[in-house]
């Protein structure tokens, strides 16, 4: 996660507590074995390929949790969060890259050090002001970024605050906002769909051109 004034410290706190279970949601395992996401694991894996058919590139995956999208992203690819032990588990599934830990705002990158940033599940998570923030910055260090975030849906709003119960019982206050592709793009100021289906969705927005 991120930097002074992007995710506070609850945040923070609750994706540390997370990694150990974290790969849970994505394989409909603990918490998550019980829940009714019909086509689910289908489109996981179309996702996966999706990701692992982006042209290899210099790639930074901002968030990137434990790996568990990023080790499918192909050229030299560094991971990046906030949470040590995330970093710990990206570590042993990246040997051919690096896992660092480290803020999205400000990114510790110099400018243009990539040429493509990645960020799966972390941008519906910034509030207003926030998202404008953590986009400047991934414009600074790459001309291209990524997007994969959770699609809208008819059971869902556009935005949310969550109550989010992890396996030790502790209950976490999570904001989190739901992408039509066309929307996404709006709010990046352009690019290309690469995935829309029922659960996610996943842009590619080139840094608009300066005059």
Do not use: N
């Amino acid at each position: 996660m991120s930097g002074p004034g992007v995710v506070d410290e609850g945040m923070r706190a609750y994706y540390e507590q997370r990694a150990g279970e974290y790969d849970d949601w994505w394989l409909g395992r603990g918490l998550f074995a019980d829940r009714e996401r019909p086509g689910w694991h289908e489109e996981v894996e179309a996702v996966l390929e999706a990701v692992r058919a982006l042209e290899p590139r210099r790639t930074l995956d901002v968030a990137c949790g434990t790996a568990f999208v990023t080790r499918h992203l192909r050229g030299d690819v560094v991971g990046l969060d906030q949470s040590a032990t995330m970093v710990e588990i990206a570590a042993a599934r990246l040997p051919d890259g690096r896992a660092v830990q480290g803020d999205a705002v400000p990114l510790p990158f110099a400018d243009r050090s990539f040429e493509r940033v990645f960020t799966g599940h972390f941008y519906g998570h910034l509030l207003e002001g926030e998202r404008e923030r953590f986009v400047a910055e991934a414009r600074r260090v790459a001309p291209e970024l990524v997007v994969l975030d959770s699609a809208r849906r008819d059971d869902v709003g556009a935005e949310e605050w969550q109550e989010r119960k992890l396996d030790d019982g502790s209950r976490h206050r999570v904001y989190k906002r739901f992408f039509t592709p066309d929307g996404l793009l709006d709010e990046l100021d352009g690019g290309r769909v690469v995935h829309a289906g029922h659960w996610f969705v996943m842009v590619a927005s080139p840094a608009p051109q300066r005059l």
